[in-house]
C-alpha cells in the first residue's frame, strides 16, 4: 500500500474514532451518573426475616432473665455491660454504642425493716400476718435480689384500723362504700388491682379519709378464677396464690424530681416536699392468699355483685371482721410501710447504625431493661428481640453489605419500672434534636404476652408501614397465615376506607413510647403478640410483675419454642427496614383523616346538643377535619404521581420532612398545663368513655354541670379552639410548601 | 478499488466509529449530568443592587403615606388592595399573593364624645382646657381621619384630681413622690415618654392610687431641647408644641382577646375582664405645649434635676398649682377618656416567590402596614421598601432571569401599633409550618430614623450575612465607604473573634420580629438607618406617632434624595438573596459562642458571688458554654471542608437544617410562663443592667434579699438549670447527626 494511502486511512480511521467519540460521549444520555436513589432492598429484608433467629432469642432471654434485675442494681448495670458488649461487637455490633446515666429518684422497701401487714387483735397482740415474700415454688423466688413485693413511692407509716372492701379504688368505689353508710376515717382499705391505675387507689382512698391500702390480685381477673396451687404456676401460666404484683404508684412519670429537666447531677431537684403524684397514704400490695384471709372474714353488707371475685367466699364491705370468722371482731389491719427514697444511677445505652444518605434521620427502636425481679416476660422478651434484631442489622453492617439510608438507634431504657424514667429524661435531654429529626419511635416491652396473635398500638400514620410488615410474614402456629391475616380475625375494624382492617390500638402511657407521643410528637408504635381473649379473661400475664415471671414461665406456658417472639421480631425488624430503608417515608398521613373524622362523629354525637344547649357550636371543628381530609388525600395524590416518575432526592426529603412533621403539628405545650408532658392535642388523657378529642371531652365532663358563663364553659370554649387551630395548622403543613 | 476492499475499509470504519461511540460514552465522565447546585449569582445580586431604584421608593412613600392609615381604616383596606395589585402584577409581581383577616380587639377614641384634659377651678368650672388636636400647620393635620391623640387601651373615665408631676412614671418616681411626702391617692400624674413603656406609667401610678395619668414628650427628650414653632416642624425636623406621640398601652403583645390562638372568628376569646395588660386607670396624652401650661403652674417641691426638662421653667412636684400662677391654687385637673374598645378586621397580606430547588425554606421578610396617622416614617418609611424590594425580585422573576433557590415570603403585617398584633396572630395560626421551615426572619419597619448609618438588630446566626451584604455596598453621602466601614463608625464592638466590628442590637419587642424571635425561635433581624448621637440626643425621631410624620417630614428632613432608604433597600436585598439563593445557609450559629461567652462572664462576674453564698455553682453553665464554642467551631470546620469539595445538596440540605435550626433550640416554652409568648431563654425580657441569661438574671434579682431556702432561691436553680439544658441541647444538635 502507499504511504500516502496509509495516512490517508490512517487519518479517516482517526476521525471516526474520534466522531465515535464526540457522539458517543454527547449524544447518548449517561445513566450510570444518576444512580437510582436507595431504597428499601427486599432482597435484604428478605435476608433479616430470615435471619431473626427464635433459638438465639430464647438464648438472649435465658442470659437476660437469669437474675434478678431491678432499676440501678449491680445486675442492672451488668446488663448495661452485656449491651455495650454486643453492639461494640466487632463481628455483629452497630456503628456506636455508649451508655448515659442519670440520677434519678427510686423507692425501695427497707432491707432490715421489711413492710408488714398484720391483724392486731383487740388487746393489741399480732394474731396473723400476711406473707412478706412469695412462697420460693421454683427456687427463683428467694434470695437478696428478689425484692419484697412494695408499692413504689408509697410513703411510710404504719396505720391501723377496721378493714374495709373497696373493690377496685375507683371515685366510684369509695362512693359507694360511702352511700352504704360505711364510715372510712382511719380505715385500712383492701382494694384489687384493675380499674384504675395503681397510685389513683391511694389518691381516691385519702380523700375519704383512710388511712391505708392494700391492694391484691383477684384470681377472677388474673387466673381465670383458678386459684389453687396444683391450678398455677408451675403447673400452668396462672398466677400462684402467694403472687404479687409489684409497681410504681407513682401518677406522673420521668424522675420525680426533674420535671422536664434531664436528670443529670447538676439539675435542678425539686425539693421533696413540693413533689406531686406520690401515694398519699401507706400502701402495700399482697398476694391473693393473704387477700382471701382478710377478705373472706369481713363483717358487714354484702358486696355488690360486681365486686366479688374468685375467692371463694362473699366479699363483704367491713369495717371489721365478723364475730364467727378467724378473727376477733373488733380486730384491726395493721399496714407498716417502711419503704425509703434513694437517689440512685440508672443508665440508658444507645446504639446507632449510621444512615448512608440521611444519617440525620433517626428511626428510633427501645425498650427498658430494668425488671422488679427476673423479668422474663418484662421487660426481656423485648430485651431478648431487641438483641436479635442489632445482631442480624449489625452483622450485615460489619460485613459491608448493608447499610440503611436512614440512622437506626437502638436504645434500652433504664427505671422504666419506677415511671418510664430513663426514656423521659433522654427526650428531656435532646428534646431539640430529637424533635427534629425522629422519623418513628418503635417500642417493644413485652414482647410476649401470650401467643394468639400480634397487637400494636400506634399512631394513625404508621398504620400502614405495620400492615406492609406483617402481611408478608408468616403467622407462627398452624396454617399458612400471615401474621396481618391472623392479626385481623382478633382485633379488627371497619374502615371507611380499607374495609375490614386489623385495628391498632390507642398508646397511653403504659411504656416509654409515652414521652416520644405525648411530649415529643413523635409517631409511635408499641409492637407485641398476645392473647385470645376467647380463651382468658386475665388482665394481663398472670405473673405480672411477680417473682413467678422467669426464664421456665417463658419457656414452659408463654412462648415454647419462641415462635411468637419471632414474629415480633420480624414485624419489627420489617417495620425498622421500612422506615428506615425506603426512599419515600412509609408514614401515611391521609390516615389520620379517619382518626379525626370519628373523633369529631363521636363529638357530634356524645356532645353536640350539650354544646347547642350552651350556643358552641362544631362547624369550626367541622371545617377543620374536612380541611385535613382534603389536604392529606391531595398530598397522597402528590406522592403517587412523585412515585411514578423519577424524583431527585431532594425533593423526596421535602416531602418526607412533611410526613415526619405532621404528628408534631398537633403538639400544644400550652393546651393542658395540669398534665405533665401531655402535649399532643388528639392522644392526651381522657376521661369519660366517648373516644373524642381529649381536651374537649374533658372540659366538657367539667363544665356540664356549670351554668352556660362559667369559667368552665369558657374552657370548653377554649379547648375547641385548641384543636380547631391544632387541624388548621396541620392542613397547612400538608399543603403544597409553597402555597401560601 | 475492489469492492472486498471497499468492504473491509466500510467494515473498519464501522468499527472504529463503533469503538469511539462505546469509549465516548463510557470512558469520558459527563459534566452535564451533575451541574453545579444553585448558588447566589453574583450577578443577580448586583442586577438587584442597581435596580432598587431612590426615586421609586419615594413615589411609593408619596402614596403610601397620602392618607393616613390607621390599623382597619378604609385606607389601610385601601393598601391592602394596593400591596395586592402590586404582588400580582404580571410585569412585575410575585408568583402569588393573598390577604387574610384577622378580627381583633382594638382601641379607639370616641368620635362623637373627644378625649379632653381641662382644668377645673376651685367652683367645678373649666378654667383651661388642652389641644383636643394637633394645630394643622401643614393641611395634613386635620380632617376626619386624623385619629385625636390618645392612648390606646387605656380605660375610659372621667378622674379628676391635683395634679402632681411623676417624671417618667417608674417605680422609683413614684417611690420618691412618696418619699418627698406627697399624697398620691387620687391625683392626677403628669409624665413624659421614656425611661419605661408606656404601659408601665399607668400601672406603676395605679399602684399608688393615682386617678389618672397624662403623658407629654418633653423637648428635653427628643426636641434637643427647642420647643418654638419656628424651630420646629415645618421648620426643622423637631416636632411641634402642638405634636402628641400616640401609642399602644397594652402591656403584651397580639390580640389582647385570643393569647396563643389566632383571632380568627370562631376562636375563643377571652372574657373582657380577664385580659390583664391593658392600663388599669384612664391615661391620655398631651403636647408639651399643654404640658407647659401644666407643669409650669405646679406647686410644691422643686423636681430633682434629673427631671427637669426644656420647657422654660423649673419643673416642681405639686401637687396642685401655686398660687401665683395662672390658675387658682386649688384647681384641679380633670382627664376624661372615652376610648372605646372595638372588634376589627384587620388584614395581613401575603406574597411569595416560590423556591426553585428548596421551596420548604422561607426566609420571610416583612413589615407593618398600618400607622397612627400618615406615618410616613413610620412605618411607610419601611414599606416603600417592601414595595420595591418585591417590585425588583418580582420583575426579574416575570422574565425569567431568575428563581431563588428557596422560597421568599413578603408580609405586609396589620395592626402593628396596637401590640403587633397581625404578625403575632400569623405566628399563631402557622405556628409549626413557619417554625419547622423558616430559614429567617427580616424586618424592615421604620427604614430611616435619620440619615447617619445604618443600625441593626438581631440574633448572633445573623450577624456574618448582614456584614457580606453591607461590606459590598458604598454607604450614601459623602467619601467612598460602603455601609460597614460608615456603620463601623456609629456603632462597634471589639470581638474576641474578629477584632472591631460593628455592634448588632438585641432584639426587644418594638417591631414585628417580635413574635418570630421569642415565640418562635426564628433567626431574625431589624434593619434600619438612624441617627449621629452626636448630633441629636433626640429618643426617637421627633414627630414618630404625631400628625407630623408625613412626606414632606420625610423628603425635607429626614432623607432628601433618599440615600438612605435605597442604603436600607439594598442592605436587604443583599440579606435576602443570600439567605434565600446561598447553597449553604450564610447563618453562621458560631457567632453565638461570643454571645453566650459574654454572658457567662457577665454572670460570673455579677452574680458570682451571690450565687456562691448560696451554695449555687456555675460550674454546669461554663460546661455547656465550652461545650457549645466547641461544637460550633466543629461545625464550622466541617462546613469549610465540605465548600471545598463538592457536597451533594441532600448533604448541604442536612447541614444547613443544623444552621436553620439551631435558633429552635433555645426554646422552652415552660421557662417563664408569666412571660406570654416568650420562650426564648437568651432573649426573654431582662430585668436590671447586667447583659446576662435573662432567667438567671430576673430569678437571682427576686431572690437576693430572701433566705437561701426560699423558693426564689430554687426559682433561680431551675433557671440555671434551664440555660444548661438549653445550651447541652443545642450542642448536641451541632454534633455530627449520627453521633450519639
Not at 384500723?161 to 377496685?168: E, I, S
Not at 375519704?208 to 388474673?222: C, F, K, N, R, W
Not at 389453687?228 to 404479687?244: A, C, H, I, K
Request: aromatic share 10%; hydrophobic share 40%; proline share 7%.
Amino acid at each position: 500500500m502507499q504511504w500516502t494511502k496509509v495516512l490517508g486511512l490512517g487519518l479517516g480511521a482517526a476521525a471516526l474514532l474520534g466522531l465515535g467519540i464526540i457522539l458517543g460521549h454527547f449524544a447518548i444520555p449517561k445513566k450510570a451518573n444518576s444512580p437510582a436513589p436507595q431504597d428499601l432492598d427486599l432482597e435484604i429484608l428478605e435476608t433479616v426475616m430470615e435471619q431473626l433467629d427464635a433459638h438465639r432469642i430464647r438464648e438472649n432471654l435465658r442470659e437476660l432473665s437469669r437474675e434478678p434485675h431491678l432499676a440501678s442494681s449491680p445486675r442492672d448495670e451488668d446488663l448495661v455491660q452485656l449491651l455495650l458488649q454486643r453492639w461494640k461487637d466487632p463481628e455483629s455490633g452497630l456503628d456506636s454504642a455508649e451508655a448515659s446515666t442519670y440520677e434519678v429518684l427510686l423507692s425501695f422497701p427497707s432491707q432490715e425493716q421489711p413492710n408488714v401487714v398484720d391483724i392486731v387483735g383487740p388487746t393489741g397482740g399480732i394474731i396473723h400476718s400476711c406473707h412478706r415474700t412469695e412462697e420460693n415454688v421454683t427456687g427463683e423466688q428467694g434470695g437478696p435480689d428478689v425484692v419484697q413485693p412494695y408499692a413504689a413511692y408509697a410513703p411510710s407509716g404504719t396505720p391501723q384500723g377496721l378493714l374495709v372492701y373497696a373493690n377496685r379504688g375507683a371515685e366510684e368505689d369509695f362512693k359507694e362504700l360511702q352511700t352504704q353508710g360505711i364510715k372510712l376515717e382511719g380505715t385500712i382499705a383492701l382494694t384489687r388491682y384493675g380499674g384504675v391505675g395503681r397510685g389513683a387507689k391511694a389518691v381516691n382512698a385519702a380523700k375519704h379519709g383512710i388511712a391505708g391500702v392494700l391492694v391484691y390480685t383477684d384470681p377472677a381477673d388474673i387466673n381465670d378464677g383458678l386459684s389453687s396451687p396444683d391450678e398455677t404456676f408451675p403447673n400452668s401460666w396462672y398466677l400462684p396464690p402467694s403472687g404479687v404484683e409489684r409497681g410504681s404508684y407513682y401518677e406522673y412519670f420521668g424522675d420525680p424530681l426533674t420535671p422536664y429537666l434531664p436528670a443529670v447531677p447538676s439539675s435542678f431537684r425539686v425539693d421533696l416536699a413540693n413533689v406531686s403524684g406520690f401515694p398519699p397514704i401507706p400502701t402495700q400490695p399482697i398476694g391473693f392468699q393473704d387477700a382471701r384471709d382478710l377478705l373472706c372474714n369481713l363483717n358487714g353488707t354484702l358486696a355488690p355483685a360486681t365486686w366479688q371475685g374468685a375467692l371463694g367466699c362473699h366479699y363483704r364491705l367491713g369495717p371489721g371482721f365478723r364475730a364467727d370468722g378467724d378473727f376477733p371482731a373488733d380486730s384491726q389491719v395493721n399496714v407498716s410501710v417502711y419503704n425509703r427514697l434513694e437517689l440512685r444511677n440508672s443508665s440508658n445505652v444507645l446504639g446507632i447504625i449510621r444512615g448512608a444518605v440521611e444519617p440525620d434521620r433517626y428511626v428510633l427502636y427501645g425498650n427498658h431493661r430494668d425488671s422488679w425481679v427476673h423479668g422474663a416476660v418484662d421487660p426481656s422478651s423485648g430485651t431478648a428481640i431487641l438483641l436479635e434484631l442489632s445482631r442480624v442489622l449489625g452483622t450485615l453492617l460489619k460485613k459491608g453489605t448493608w447499610r440503611p439510608r436512614r440512622s437506626i438507634v437502638f436504645a434500652s431504657w433504664g427505671a422504666e419500672e419506677f415511671g418510664l424514667i430513663g426514656s423521659t429524661e433522654f427526650t428531656e435531654e435532646f428534646f431539640n434534636k430529637l424533635q427534629e429529626r425522629t422519623v418513628a419511635y418503635i417500642n417493644v416491652d413485652i414482647s410476649v404476652f401470650a401467643n394468639a396473635t400480634l397487637r400494636v398500638q400506634g399512631t394513625p400514620p404508621v398504620q400502614s408501614v405495620v400492615f406492609s410488615a406483617t402481611k408478608e410474614i408468616r403467622s407462627p402456629g398452624p396454617g399458612d397465615l400471615s401474621i396481618y391475616d391472623n392479626w385481623i380475625r382478633y382485633f379488627n375494624r371497619s374502615s371507611p376506607v380499607y374495609g375490614l382492617v386489623p385495628s391498632l390500638g390507642s398508646l397511653g402511657a403504659g411504656s416509654d413510647y409515652a414521652p416520644f407521643i405525648h411530649f415529643l410528637g413523635i409517631s409511635s408504635m408499641d409492637i407485641a403478640y398476645t392473647y385470645d381473649r376467647s380463651k382468658t379473661s386475665a388482665r394481663i400475664y398472670p405473673t405480672y410483675h411477680t417473682a413467678f415471671d422467669t426464664f421456665d414461665y417463658v419457656d414452659k406456658f408463654l412462648d415454647p419454642g419462641f415462635s411468637s417472639h419471632q414474629a415480633v421480631a420480624r414485624t419489627a425488624g420489617s417495620v425498622i427496614l421500612r422506615l428506615s430503608d425506603s426512599f419515600f417515608l412509609p408514614l401515611k398521613v391521609s390516615d389520620y383523616s379517619e382518626t379525626l373524622r370519628s373523633f369529631l362523629q363521636a363529638a357530634q354525637q356524645d356532645l353536640g346538643a350539650l354544646l347547642e344547649q350552651h350556643s358552641i357550636s362544631l362547624g369550626p371543628l367541622v371545617t377543620a377535619v374536612e380541611k385535613f381530609e382534603a389536604e392529606a388525600a391531595a398530598l397522597g395524590q402528590r406522592i403517587s404521581t412523585l412515585q411514578k416518575g423519577s424524583p431527585d432526592p431532594l425533593q423526596v426529603r421535602m416531602l418526607n420532612d412533611q410526613l415526619m412533621l405532621l404528628e408534631r403539628t398537633f403538639l400544644n405545650p400550652r393546651a393542658f398545663p395540669e398534665e405533665r408532658y401531655y402535649s399532643h392535642v388528639l392522644w392526651a388523657p381522657r376521661t369519660g368513655s366517648v373516644v373524642t378529642f381529649p381536651g374537649l371531652s374533658n372540659a366538657c365532663s367539667r363544665a356540664r354541670d356549670t351554668a352556660s358563663g362559667s369559667e368552665a364553659w369558657a374552657e370548653v370554649q377554649r379547648q375547641l379552639s385548641i384543636v380547631v387551630t391544632a387541624l388548621e395548622g396541620a392542613a397547612a403543613t400538608l399543603r403544597p410548601v409553597a402555597d401560601l
